[in-house]
């Protein structure tokens, strides 16, 4: 090791944070800190950031992580708590003024709400009362507020996407310690972002070549976007131990009890946000009714790392190396294709390489799967033809980055028509009724076509093959001439439909269909890995 990256191993050590991204230590984040009435504290990775919203009056606080960057992340948390009662620490030896001092967070093996009764965690059992995962405080406000309540929390992103800078994704009360106030739009109540929503990071009074920002970072304007939706709440690595094997990666939680680490239980893909580690903070009723003053404050501390062998191993050589952490991270990194032969179910879910991937089910002589991610946005160009549109090319170009053995598996289709039509086209066939015949847009395979990935046409998100509605409760009552992407007349033929998967649509509707959205791709897999050439 080289004695720059000791200095900086040393820094870390100083400062009991760490975070690393893109190499060994290629960028980090020494010094990340948020402070409320309570001394909270967030520190993120150089393409990722923490997340503390947090709200004096109503005790809300919410922890979770965002990766803003473009490469998958292995994320931890780890919690340290530290209560004085006038002036003096409940724990010995703990010292306001030394966060190295402070207690680390280890939860019952059995009952992540209560403390393990043989470390020093004990001590805040009758103090504090945390509540974990997305636990729905706050749901009638947020119903009020026409949120969906359905899916994750909706939440603003940062706006500070310099991997080099220190500050949080502070908002309400909360504090970052370098800036001394908020760093984030909102006040930090349950619930504050809506659905829909956005937020200009700019006095929209100001001329636009004169705009500073509010907040720290870009002074444009942002969507509200929604955290994963948590498949269960933060369990501890003791009950993780008896999950099925299949549900040993995926969107939750596992705190390792030995250790206070709390995991992301998959690698957290780019514009992707965790679910709520902490969802609320409140103070017992015992602290409260002590006589004097007191201090309580909780340390968040967070290692972020890319997912490389050189990365997993230092990330482990700061602590925490336990046998069952190993065993979830190295299973994040695991090849799990499913054979679709009842392997798995339509509407279910597989890892490969840490990545999580959608199974639609059988559709055009194969079987249709598409990543739970978007790839990012494009457009048509300057054509309404798919084979030349640029969207195919960012298709093809997700393609070539998949894993080999995913690649293995993946069908040559054919695409039928791959005619956009416009706004106006599109309003007159429903207006007029009129039909186009939809087994001209289904995508199948075809041994003369392209093994590739592609975009879905709307006849493949609504049909299986053409013959039956997707998730029908009832049929909708919608003309079969849907085509595949299409250009609208509000921007010419640069506008581009996109495909997202919601869990709030209609009954009938797997998919939501935006303009302008991110790009989802599909990938036609075969039944079985021996079927493939």
């Known amino acids: 090791m080289t004695p720059e990256k000791k200095r900086k191993l040393r820094n870390i050590a100083l400062l009991a944070l760490l975070g690393l991204i893109g190499g060994t230590f290629a960028f980090q984040s020494f010094n990340q800190q948020a402070i409320n009435d309570r001394e909270g504290q967030n520190n993120e990775g150089a393409a990722g950031r923490i997340h503390d919203y947090y709200n004096r009056e109503t005790e809300n606080k919410d922890v979770f992580v965002e990766n ?19 002036g003096e620490s409940i724990v010995i030896d703990a010292e306001r003024e030394n966060l190295e001092s ?5 939860p019952s093996a059995r009952d992540i709400h209560r403390r393990n009764e043989d470390s020093p965690s004990h001590a805040f059992e009758s103090y504090t009362d945390w509540t974990f995962g997305f636990s729905g405080e706050g749901v009638h406000e947020m119903s009020a507020r026409n949120m969906a309540i359905s899916g994750g929390a909706p939440y603003m992103p940062t706006f500070n996407h310099d991997r080099g800078d220190e500050r ?14 908020a760093t984030h739009p909102g006040d930090g109540t349950e619930g504050y972002w809506r659905q829909h929503a956005t937020f200009k990071n700019y006095d929209p009074e100001e001329a636009e070549e004169d705009r500073s920002p509010l907040f720290p970072g870009r002074a444009v304007e942002q969507d509200v976007q929604h955290t994963l939706l948590q498949e269960r709440p933060p369990i501890t690595m003791a009950v993780w131990e008896g999950l099925d094997e299949h549900e040993k990666i995926g969107r939750y939680w596992v705190v390792d009890e030995e250790t206070g680490w709390a995991y992301w239980a998959s690698y957290l893909q780019h514009g992707q946000a965790t679910s709520y580690l902490i969802d609320q903070a409140d103070m017992a009723d015992a602290i409260k009714a002590t ?8 340390l968040v501390q967070g290692n972020m790392v890319s997912p490389t062998e050189d990365n997993i191993n230092t990330f482990f050589e700061q602590g925490g190396d336990t046998a069952r952490a190993r065993d979830l991270v ?20 597989f890892f490969v390489e840490g990545v999580e991937y959608g199974y639609i089910g059988p559709h055009g002589g194969g079987h249709l799967v598409v990543p739970m991610q978007s790839i990012g946005r494009s457009n048509f160009g300057e054509t309404t033809d798919y084979m030349s549109s640029n969207v195919r090319q960012t298709a093809n170009a997700y393609y070539n980055s998949l894993p080999a053995q995913l690649q293995r598996r993946v069908l040559p289709v054919s695409y039928g028509s791959g005619r956009g039509i416009d706004e106006e086209e599109l309003e007159h066939q429903l207006n007029s009724g009129d039909a186009l015949d939809i087994e001209d847009y289904i995508t199948r395979v075809d041994e003369r076509g392209e093994r590739t990935a592609f975009i879905l046409s709307i006849v493949d998100i609504l049909f299986y093959d053409g013959k039956r509605h997707r998730n029908t409760a009832e049929p909708p009552s919608l003309p079969d001439f849907w085509t595949r992407t299409t250009a ?7 506008q581009v439909y996109g495909w997202s998967v919601i869990s709030d649509a209609p009954q009938w509707r797997k998919w939501e269909i935006n303009e302008i959205r991110d790009v989802l791709p599909a990938l036609m897999l075969s039944q079985i890995g021996e079927m493939q050439k």
């Open 330 to 349: 190295n299973r994040m990194g695991e090849t799990n294709i499913p054979n679709f032969n009842g392997d798995i179910q339509p509407d279910e879910s």
């Open 168 to 181: 949080t994704a502070a908002a309400g009360d909360a504090l970052d310690y370098v800036e001394g106030g």
């Open 68 to 86: 803003y960057g473009d490469e998958p992340l292995l994320v931890r948390i780890q919690l340290k708590e530290f209560l004085s009662k006038n």
């Open 102 to 106: 402070w207690t680390v967070w280890q």
């Open 291 to 298: 006589p004097g003053s007191w201090f309580y404050a909780i």
């Open 488 to 494: 609208g007349k509000d921007f010419g033929i640069t």
